[in-house]
């Protein structure tokens, strides 16, 4: 897949220039001067000759076939090349070209047009407005960057120009190599989905790292990024977290940001590392790149002074990495050679008068010993200490090593060649003791997600036609929001349990439905226009006689005829009253990009004031509907505390799957609430109390 | 202050060695070799000359006056020198020599002498256990340091000596400089607290950084941070703030770790600034030393790529700082020689085809505009900009700017020199946006911080000998924990309102004191022994006839007789029922280096499930009393939400103060809780319903 794109048996330039100064120029040169091995073809109605090539006036005009056309004419000439591709047979293309939807409508249509046409000539594209493609592996560098990256096992992808420049001038200072290296500009046709499928399948590809300001088909994305994770990490950047940012976001490449919920759920999903910032970015590549994943979250740490050793114990405790005490066994061969101050706990201390040989020995014990899943060595550069040395001894013991071995040589000046040599032999070697703690911990947590057994969806059989009835009934009545009684429908359809009710149209009988379902009930104003009908007088709770059910159901009318007159009132509903319970809230919402989002929260405050939730994309699996139980903060109150008995959370999980399960067979549903589900004791269930739809057309 | 330790007219370093490996040839060598213009006595007595210097047998032999000693012979000689300079009459010492506190009980003992002695003849400290001190103002390098730093604005002090050697090594590399570095070892005599105050004098000093692990003296801490930031920012890293940190800290200085809690509170009480990493405290020195404070919360970001502009913008969006919409005037200057595609938003986006004239009068512009307080620029290491020609137009125009300027180049081989010219001509430069964000962050706090009106103190008169008195008697009772009677009383000693009450020993007494008291009425178990009355069945509300006191009073003391048969109980407490308010809980714990600290969160799950809690060290001003009611996630709830009533925040306040006056009053005082603390609404004041003081000797 994508074979043409990274390695092509030809590839022609067109709107290659003559002059040095154009891009047309420096792709050409790209291409010539880092030996691509292929046939290369300038395209240019008005030279023989460029760079030593012979120059053709059009594609048709090129004798062979051409694998890849990278085309970097002016925008408005781009539509005819495509169609000259088409005529040429060429099924991989690159628009270099800017000016497109990044520059507003005019450009997005003219972009739309392009897709529609090369989607119908079965031409892929990569771009418009990108700087190209790199693969060390074919030699080619199809691009107007300056310098050709390292060979090395990074496969990277960028939505945003400057970023990948930014980037491969990073690596040129640490000598980091990559395998692939992909600009994806607009990302008209390829995107990062066929990206990451591509480097998938890339054997020198070790780790995908990518840049992204916004993910179109949030879908797609999740499904492909699960299948890669399962045998390479995926490390995304992704900008425009916030609302500054994402504004930022869409006056630059006029992408739509998808919530950040969404795009946090979705990674977790999909098993794809979230770095929060540039260096984490890098950081977790480094890692990633080089070394193997470890067995286990157990860290251990050989220090030759306490401060540094402290600081990365702190970092340690933050993250999902355990700092492991020593077994005696090997504390006891530790202390053969230390010198007795030294503290043989975790952190290692081998204290500051260590040399070369002591760090050698610490390090071969320490790899011996299996508790010990990986090993962060931290060095000051006191004067007793070679580091260089300390390096190629790290370097060696890496050979045979099989767990990971990250390195912080503390300081810059005394310890800078150190590093260098550590690099070049694919030693992770970081700044400070933070950064390598944050790396190994994202290492760990990637292999517990990879070693999770596969992950188990239900399927709940609805009574779809009901509900579609329901659904289109509304939508002929230009409404858009269920009244109780048909969110109620809806729900019954999706076998949720509901508390019993009657709609009553006059006080008598609101009277006579109380008496049928018995004391104490519940009362609440059935009309389609009243969103929240606690805040305006519409629910009375407890109610325990005829008298009160009379009562209510006269102030409960007034009141809402008071506060919002052109309300349609179709009447009360008297509803059983659940005795007890722990009041939960499920809802659905549709982010743009990855569709129906399941969200859970404890009922009242917990939600709107704490805005303690969480979410997860459609459909749930039984994992993730446990995963976002447990993830909000107030999950011990279902547990139960101070001796209550805990709720039932296997039913909040059934009541999440079956949400899930409405919101994946009605993608009309922009919006709906279970609030509350009130859940009873573990094992007795859970109601469903009140439930709000909103729908579209 | 410490005058003869960072320019003293004349240096003896006792135990200079001629043997170019021992610490004690090294430290002479750095005093001579970095031009340290006093005298200088090297003292052995098997010596003549050592680097030149006439050597000395003793102190005693010396001719001149000296006014430091450097101190490196072996641990159990460094008494007898300490007693040789006190006839000597030199005032100050440091101690290299290490074996003391750190190594266990016999070294503390040790050093414990030592200072002991050392006090007696009036004789100040640094270490044992430490590097040294180097002052670059006086050209003294007394420390066994290599190199000597560049003269600089920053202040730094530290607890580990390999810190100390890696800050160096780092600001090598990087071109940074410092006014005095201090290596602290074990703190027997000299501290933080010293050295703070040292540098606030130092005209040289414009940051003061640190590495601590443990602060002794809290309040002395803090008395001083809090003067020092006034005129100087302080920022601290301080490690072992986690537990796994804490056993590293323990374990490597014998230092006891504070509670982080208590470390967090006392710095943003005083105004000192927390570095989270490394990273961050390098980051924020680069930035307080070399720029002016910002004026305001507002940056201007400008960019040459959308996508660092975007993660500038989200780091921006997570902190204080406001990105603010260029206004009219300054964009319609900007758009003047703009490209039409360029953005005049905020971040400003000069597009990838920006010369290094393009910055040039894209800063010029917004270095005039008032409204923005801070500028950012961000640089893509693309084919058009000369990055060093920005950073010389940065140079350039930051000469009369009179607000910070940050940068951040992007990448490393291509915009390496250009940095070093940015370091050079002292305008910060960061590797990433968001290290650049968060160091301006730091900047605009400490501002807000510096510019707050003074605290305000309230004083609250107790009666104290009331307190005092039963205290005491508690402590002759060989009880620590006070019975919820005498809790009462030390509550109505400081003015507390208190519901009223009565005590009853029989049913008949019961039922008396609740129709004297009016019904509703709830019922306590009154004994000392029964700590968490509710949870064991020791507390009935909403208690409203007779009946039911007199079953209350019977169910009460048998559930407590079955489930502690040997609570010693004193009767049950009648208590008038507080209509309505919300509950929440005031504390007091006792933090070993802080010493009082005040905790404060809404009652029941909040504290205990959520965490949901906010802490200062007593004595607390009106403005923290204020700040950590309004710290807790919780707080909306207090302010009302869902049209509540707001509850009465100032009767919390005042609440707060009382107990901190209480804590500070009674140092016997280790733990207490006002639980809860039933505030009412707004103007309506606050009631103390239930209290529990534990007290020590």
Known sequence: MLQ???NPSSVAVVGASQNPHKIGYEILENIIQYNFRGAVYPINPKADEILGQKAYPDLMSVPGKIDLAVIVVPPALVMDVVEQCGEKGVDSVIIITAGFKETGPKGSHLEEALAVRARALGIHVVGPNCLGIIDTTSSLN??????????????FFSQSGAMCIAILDWAFGQNIGFSRFVSLGNKMDISEVEIMLSMERDANTRVILGYSESIDNGPHFMEAAR???????????????????????????????????????????????RAKSMQDLFGYAMAFATQPLPEGPS???????GGPGILAADACDRSSLHLTPIRKETADRLREFLPPTAAVYNPVDIIGDATEERYEKTLEVILQDDMLHSVLILLAPTAAVDAEAVAYSIVKLAKNADKPIITVFMGERGVRRARRILQD???PSYEYPEDAISAMDAMAS??????KPPRQYRHFKGDTGKVRQIFSSIIKQHRHDLIESEAREVLRAYQFRLPENRIAKTTKEAVLAASE??????MKIASPDVLHKSD??????????????????FDMTSSIRLRQPDARILGVMVQEMIPQGKEVILGITRDMQFGPMIMFGLGGIYVEVLKDVSFRIAPLSVESADAMIREIRSFPLLRGVRGEAPADIEAIRDALLRLSQIAIDFPEIIEADINPLLVCPEGQGAVAVDARFTIHE
């Not at 860290?299 to 002074?305: M, R």
């Not at 379902?517 to 519940?522: D, H």
Request: contains cysteine; proline residues 4%.
């Open 536 to 553: 305006m007088g519409g629910v009375r709770v407890g109610i325990e006689n005829d008298a009160q059910v009379e009562e209510a159901f």
């Open 299 to 305: 860290v251990a740490i050989v220090t030759n002074s």
């Open 142 to 155: 199809a691009s107007f960057a300056e310098g050709m990256p390292l060979p090395g096992h990074i496969g």
């Open 4 to 6: 043409h794109f990274f």
């Open 446 to 451: 990637y292999r517990r997600w990879r070693e």
């Open 425 to 427: 032999h694919s030693i």
């Open 517 to 522: 379902i018995g004391y104490p009930v519940v």
């Open 227 to 273: 299948r890669v994770c399962q045998t390479k990490p995926i490390i995304i950047i992704k900008s425009g977290t916030t609302s500054a940012g994402a504004k930022a976001a869409s006056s630059h490449t006029g992408a739509l940001a998808g919530s950040d919920n969404a795009y946090t759920a979705a990674f977790k999903q999909s098993g794809v590392i």
